[in-house]
């Protein structure tokens, strides 16, 4: 294996590995609120991803400072696989102090903002890394990464309930840990950089001002959050409590929906090394927000099935499209538009979950779900004007100095 090939696997099985340590905390869920092991409650539970949020949020929006600060996007990557691990052990950890009075609520709070700054670090380094391996196909590259991350969060369940199997349900965190040190060892002896940071311009990797175009791709993926937020942590809610499937349906649903949004960025990543993007990405707001529109009208469960599936098809690839579409705007501060994409994402999400949760009695989900169809016609007005106003020729690497505002 090449020195390229290893950085290839070392990036985009960091991203599968990340995937799980993401996912194994909503995975282990239903063991953590039951009664025979954490015994959380609901409320306790929602507040544990409080921690993860305002981590990622705070990570990815230094990450590229710390480029700068630890001496390279390899250090970067290397602090979030160090979180993921801290998180993971954590979780194992929690099991030694359940019943003893918060102490273990208190070690998975740790934990979830471990795997949040983890998060924070990890994904910006590697969609930079990504973007930068593949520039002359990053919409696929980019892309490509999130389909094994998505892969990992598909995974993490599976691997959990082999090990509550087995009965020693902390084995999974374990497992994970240990492969994300092997990663972090195969990676000490790389030469992995990304090609800007061989120039001269690595100080202003941290501190270059970004465009005003580029804040205009974060307010677009801030609002894709809201919206996969939404979809994801609200549908099978609204389908129990609403539209009158049962518990067994509306998870079925849920699983549909995460299904197609992996499904649909492998099938992009394809699409996109032959075929232009930029069709893709005007249409598939309106295709949201028509979801948006039609979930609470249908009735019945198959249809139900096929507007999620509809609705996970089209955000499947937006985000890891907004991020190398912007990257290559401004590819000198390629690691600060990861960085940058990666908070706006995580700001939605964590604006979907309080804005929802607080409308949710008083207005109604369906109403709510129909009035979500605003974000994306809102994302589909600023796509329109982000493609009309492009650029015919992107700036080249060597002029940040033209780069900034």
């Given amino acids: 294996?090449?020195?390229?090939?290893?950085?290839?696997?070392?990036?985009?099985?960091?991203?599968?590995?990340?995937?799980?340590?993401?996912i194994m905390f909503p995975a282990a869920g239903p063991l953590l609120t039951n009664p025979d092991y954490h015994n959380l409650t609901a409320g306790q539970f929602g507040l544990l991803f409080t921690p993860?949020?305002?981590?990622?949020?705070?990570?990815?929006?230094?990450?590229?400072?710390?480029?700068?600060?630890?001496?390279?996007?390899?250090?970067?990557?290397?602090?979030?696989?160090?979180?993921?691990?801290?998180?993971?052990?954590?979780?194992?950890l929690s099991n030694w102090f359940i019943g003893v009075d918060s102490l273990a609520f208190i070690l998975l709070l740790l934990a979830t903002g471990a795997v949040g700054a983890g998060?924070?670090?990890a994904v910006s380094a590697l969609n930079a890394f990504a973007f930068d391996l593949f520039r002359d196909k990053a919409d696929a590259a980019v892309t490509g990464l999130h389909v094994l991350t998505g892969l990992g969060q598909v995974g993490a369940a599976l691997i959990l309930g082999v090990f509550v199997?087995?009965?020693?349900?902390?084995?999974?965190?374990?497992?994970?840990?240990?492969?994300?040190?092997?990663?972090?060892?195969?990676?000490l002896g790389l030469d992995l950089k990304?090609?800007?940071?061989?120039?001269?311009?690595?100080?202003?990797?941290?501190?270059?001002?970004?465009?005003?175009?580029?804040?205009?791709?974060?307010?677009?993926?801030?609002?894709?959050?809201?919206?996969?937020?939404?979809?994801?942590?609200?549908?099978?809610?609204?389908l129990e409590q609403d539209a009158g499937?049962?518990?067994?349906?509306?998870?079925?649903?849920?699983?549909v929906f995460w299904g197609a949004v992996?499904?649909?960025?492998?099938?992009?990543?394809?699409?996109?090394?032959?075929?232009?993007?930029?069709?893709?990405?005007?249409?598939?707001?309106?295709?949201?927000?028509?979801?948006?529109?039609?979930?609470?009208?249908?009735?019945?469960?198959?249809?139900?099935?096929?507007?999620?599936a509809v609705a996970g098809l089209a955000l499947s690839f937006f985000f890891p499209l907004s991020v190398s579409l912007a990257s290559a705007e401004v590819p000198a501060l390629a690691a600060t538009v990861s960085g940058t994409m990666v908070a706006a994402i995580m700001l939605g999400t964590g604006f979907s979950a309080n804005v929802v949760g607080l409308l949710s009695e008083p207005v109604g989900l369906a109403t709510i779900?129909?009035?979500s169809s605003l974000y994306a016609f809102a994302m589909a007005g600023i796509v329109f004007y982000l493609a009309l106003t492009k650029r015919p020729l992107m700036l080249s690497d060597e002029e940040p100095e033209q780069l900034t505002i």
Avoid at 84 to 90: K, R, T
Avoid at 245 to 255: D, E, K
């Fill in 245 to 255: 499937l049962t518990m067994g349906q509306a998870a079925l649903a849920l699983s």
């Fill in 165 to 187: 199997g087995l009965g020693f349900w902390w084995g999974a965190p374990v497992v994970v840990g240990v492969a994300l040190v092997l990663m972090m060892v195969f990676q």
């Fill in 369 to 371: 779900f129909q009035f």
């Fill in 52 to 92: 993860q949020i305002i981590a990622a949020i705070i990570a990815s929006a230094l990450a590229a400072r710390c480029v700068r600060w630890f001496g390279g996007m390899k250090q970067v990557l290397l602090a979030g696989l160090l979180a993921d691990v801290l998180a993971m052990s954590l979780l194992a």
């Fill in 1 to 22: 294996m090449t020195s390229r090939q290893k950085i290839i696997a070392a990036v985009y099985l960091s991203g599968f590995l990340q995937g799980i340590a993401l």
């Fill in 262 to 308: 992996t499904v649909g960025r492998a099938l992009f990543a394809l699409i996109a090394l032959r075929f232009n993007s930029q069709p893709f990405y005007l249409v598939a707001p309106w295709v949201v927000g028509a979801a948006f529109v039609a979930l609470p009208v249908v009735s019945g469960f198959g249809s139900h099935i096929v507007i999620l």
């Fill in 119 to 121: 998060f924070g670090f």
């Fill in 194 to 238: 990304l090609s800007a940071e061989s120039r001269p311009m690595i100080g202003s990797m941290g501190g270059g001002r970004l465009p005003g175009r580029i804040w205009l791709y974060a307010v677009v993926v801030f609002l894709y959050g809201i919206c996969e937020g939404t979809f994801g942590n609200w549908s099978p809610i609204y």
